[in-house]
């Protein structure tokens, strides 16, 4: 899976560079990503990470009608208990941004009651700020020892690769249903498939060129 979502990564930041790159449609998202960015700098928001990342897991457990039995948040730490896992649950909080969707469903809820069209940027930035806040500190907690809940979905050589293609997608969904008119979901789903194709490719001739010559050095 590993060059398959390598693959993905190059075309979601081809696919999804130009899109961002039109500042007067996107500079709500974009201030609020770079709030989040300073934030993540100054080191705070662990606990705000960890209370998400533990009501993910409850909540994907729920989901698929596993019975959570105890929600545990601390500064640094946290756990769920549950009567069983799989390998949704261990890994939704990583490829779930908890409080961008919270922000939606505030701003849909909004929506029913109110006329609040006045208020969308301030949504878009908080969909900005939220969504680097999931990513920076997804990557922070990846990029350390290798986490239980990796182990428990069938280990970090399948969880990694599958967490970052889940991601890549994810920013192209978010992004389409925030910017309706920048992005074609079909001309994306395209290029990643492309790219994906075109990287197994190389791979096989690589595969094939390193046997023959292998053949080659075996005979003489």
Not at 75 to 95: E, M, R, W
Not at 205 to 219: D, G, S
């Amino acid at each position: 899976m590993a060059p398959a979502a390598l693959a993905a990564a190059w075309a979601t930041a081809a696919a999804l560079g130009p899109a961002l790159a039109r500042i007067n449609v996107t500079f709500p998202l974009l201030a609020g990503a770079l709030a989040g960015l300073l934030l993540h700098l100054t080191g705070r928001g662990r606990r705000l990470y960890v209370t998400a990342h533990e009501l993910t897991h409850a909540l994907a457990a729920v989901s698929t009608g596993v019975r959570v039995r105890k929600i545990s948040v601390k500064k640094q730490s946290g756990y769920v208990l549950l009567d069983s896992t799989n390998a949704f649950i261990s890994l939704a909080p990583y490829f779930i941004p908890f409080y961008t969707l919270a922000a939606a469903a505030a701003w849909r809820g909004a929506g029913l009651f109110w006329d609040a069209a006045h208020l969308r940027p301030w949504f878009v930035g908080a969909a900005g700020f939220t969504l680097a806040f999931h990513l920076l500190h997804t990557a922070d907690i990846l990029s350390g020892p290798v986490q239980s809940d990796l182990k428990k979905a069938g280990g970090p050589v399948f969880s990694l690769p599958l967490l970052l293609l889940l991601n890549c997608l994810g920013l192209a969904v978010a992004l389409k249903l925030l910017f309706p008119e920048l992005l074609s979901l079909k001309a994306y789903t395209r290029q990643v498939l492309d790219a994906q194709a075109a990287a197994y490719r190389h791979l096989f001739a690589a595969a094939a060129y390193a046997v023959n010559t292998a053949k080659i050095y075996l005979r003489s």
